[in-house]
């Protein structure tokens, strides 16, 4: 049973790096040195729960939310800048996800597999998604906030997969639902353009 909760975990984990990278690692990382439910002592994982690495995230965090302004939105929401993001949420998830597993002692490299997986499934569903509600905010003149709305949502994703393990299954199955409302919501989309040829 234990083997399943640490598997829960980092799925949950996974996914709210693959949302957004620096505050799930920031806030899973301080929850590991707080040993609440989670720590990375005693393996070759321990410095993602080290305070360079935490200040790190954290600097890192704040320059994301800081790029939802103009004109530093541009280059974010550019094909590299968010080809970069992503990156990062791969290795990052791969990373804690390992760590996890060899928190509860088990390899730790179906965890790096699992959690590139988890984080690639959660920015190929969250990046477009974000990206239409930004569409449809900007139309509004409203679009403020929209970072600050990721970052907590992957953060509270982050938080309960650590203390209620179940709940990343639930983020998994709700990122897998909105890619394929979002895949469904484009074939409409393209349809109606090719009738209108």
């Not at 598997?7 to 996974?14: A, D, N």
């Not at 505050?23 to 393996?43: C, K, N, Q, R, Y």
């Not at 800081?66 to 080809?83: A, F, I, K, V």
């Amino acid at each position: 049973m234990h083997l399943l909760f640490y598997i829960f975990q980092g799925i949950g984990i996974g996914v709210a790096i693959g949302i957004r990278p620096f505050t799930p690692s920031l806030v899973a990382g301080l929850l590991a040195a707080a040993g609440a439910e989670i720590h990375f002592d005693h393996t070759s994982f321990s410095f993602l729960s080290g305070g360079p690495f935490l200040l790190a995230m954290l600097i890192c965090a704040i320059i994301v939310v800081l790029c939802d302004r103009e004109p530093w939105r541009h280059y974010r929401d550019s094909t590299g800048g968010r080809w970069t993001l992503t990156v990062i949420s791969l290795a990052l998830a791969a990373l804690f996800f390992a760590a996890v597993l060899r928190h509860g002692g088990h390899p730790a490299w179906p965890g790096i597999v699992a959690g590139v997986i988890c984080a690639a499934v959660a920015s190929a569903a969250a990046q477009p998604f974000l990206l239409r509600l930004q569409t449809r905010l900007q139309q509004s003149g409203a679009t403020a906030g929209l970072s600050l709305v990721a970052e907590g949502s992957a953060l509270v994703i982050a938080v309960l997969s650590v203390l209620v393990p179940p709940i990343g299954v639930v983020a998994l199955l709700g990122v897998i639902w909105l890619l394929y409302r979002g895949r469904r919501a484009g074939e409409t989309k393209y349809a109606g353009l090719r009738i209108l040829r």
